[in-house]
């Protein structure tokens, strides 16, 4: 199994991702509690195609993502108030565990990987860099969903990014903002 450069396998769990109800807050906990940072924040925004349940949405999100060694936390805030893979999680348990992330080098035939073993398909999304990800419902396999992220060279770049700020990190410049994909219109 190849190994990326910020340490997580392929086709592994390379991501723990968390539902909050306030960002700022949020990433001042898991740096305080979690020794976490810094963080790469982007403030707003709604990607460029999105997919809930089969029909088209614009859930709008503040996402923050961080590390703690090789293990990357994800912070995720919505926006507005449509129906969504975040709200789903929220009116079940309340704020917390939301996802695990499985990087995946053939975004494809991981994918296929879940749908195979039989879980339903409930978002996917146009990311970064024209990269996609999917969320399956493990909900009551693993307590949270599972997200196949597409590990592209661009996206493994960026992580390795955020991975390497990490190392060393004396806790100045904590939250790095980061442009919104689409501004809300």
């Not at 904590?174 to 501004?183: A, N, V």
Request: contains cysteine.
């Amino acid at each position: 199994m190849p190994v990326m450069n910020f340490g997580q396998p392929g086709n592994g769990i390379i991501q723990t991702a968390f539902i909050v109800e306030d960002i700022r807050t949020a990433m001042d906990l898991f740096t305080k509690h979690l020794n976490v940072g810094p963080w790469f924040w982007r403030e707003g925004g709604v990607f460029p195609w999105q997919v809930y349940r089969g029909q088209p949405t614009d859930v709008e999100l503040s996402i923050a993502m961080g590390y703690s060694g090789s293990m990357q936390y994800e912070l995720i805030q919505q926006l507005n108030d449509v129906p969504s893979v975040y709200m789903d999680v929220v009116k079940k348990r309340g704020y917390g565990l939301h996802h695990f992330g499985v990087g995946a080098p053939d975004y494809a035939a991981r994918c296929a990987h879940y749908a195979k073993a039989g879980f339903e398909l409930v978002y996917e999304a146009e990311v970064s860099g024209g990269n996609k990800v999917a969320y399956y419902d493990t909900m009551d396999v693993l307590s949270a969903f599972s997200e196949v992220i597409n590990m592209s060279p661009s996206t493994e770049a960026m992580f390795t990014t955020f991975q390497q700020a990490s190392v060393g990190w004396d806790g100045s410049d904590p939250i790095r903002k980061r442009p919104p994909l689409r501004p809300k219109a």
